[in-house]
């Protein structure tokens, strides 16, 4: 199988990536992404006990974590890991 390719308004080819992943030991829950992103494919949740480091405190500011809420949506454009502080994404192309 092939990955889906598109074209550039110059023609040339591009493959996107899709958001397939968000680290949440990484994640601070700034919320950049989430503002940037034009679809509806991530959402902020709380952050559960297998998502925090035993070595960290925490306060309440950073309780929370981005999520893929709906990665089907996704239209591989990459602007979420572009603005990510912390570089807590994982991206894939998408077979065809």
């Not at 949440?24 to 940037?36: A, F, L, Q, S, T």
């Not at 034009?38 to 405190?57: A, H």
């Not at 929370?64 to 239209?75: F, N, P, S």
């Amino acid at each position: 199988m092939n990955a889906s390719v598109g074209l550039t308004r110059g023609g040339t080819e591009w493959t996107p990536q899709f958001a397939v992943a968000i680290d949440p030991k990484k994640c601070i829950g700034c919320g950049r992404c989430y503002k940037v992103c034009p679809r509806s494919v991530l959402d902020l949740v709380e952050r559960g006990e297998d998502q925090m480091d035993e070595d960290e405190d925490y306060d309440d500011d950073q309780m929370m974590v981005m999520t893929i809420a709906d990665g089907g949506d996704c239209i591989g454009c990459g602007s979420c890991g572009r603005v990510c502080p912390k570089g807590c994404y994982s991206y894939s192309s998408a077979e065809a």
